[in-house]
């Protein structure tokens, strides 16, 4: 079964806007998208209008790969010290 990319992706923006205590109005700057469109994605829901660049924007951001946004989830691979 092929992964599902949208979901992680959603899974994702939300984890790492959380873990890293960012307001949402931070990550909509972040990631060039309207707030509405941030609470979607954080909805779970990965909006039609909206493109892949917003992978590679959380990518540059947070210094790690866009595969890894788009094919891994990373709240479950995280590592806690």
Do not use: W
Request: aromatic residues 12%.
């Amino acid at each position: 079964m092929a992964p599902d990319y949208k979901k992680n992706i959603c899974a994702n923006i939300t984890y790492l806007r959380k873990v890293h205590g960012i307001s949402r109005t931070a990550m909509c700057k972040t990631l060039h998208i309207s707030r509405k469109t941030l609470d979607l994605v954080e909805q779970g829901t990965f909006p039609r209008r909206l493109n892949f660049s917003i992978v590679y924007y959380a990518a540059e951001a947070f210094h790690t790969d866009p595969y890894h946004i788009m094919y891994t989830l990373l709240e479950e691979t995280a590592v806690f010290d």
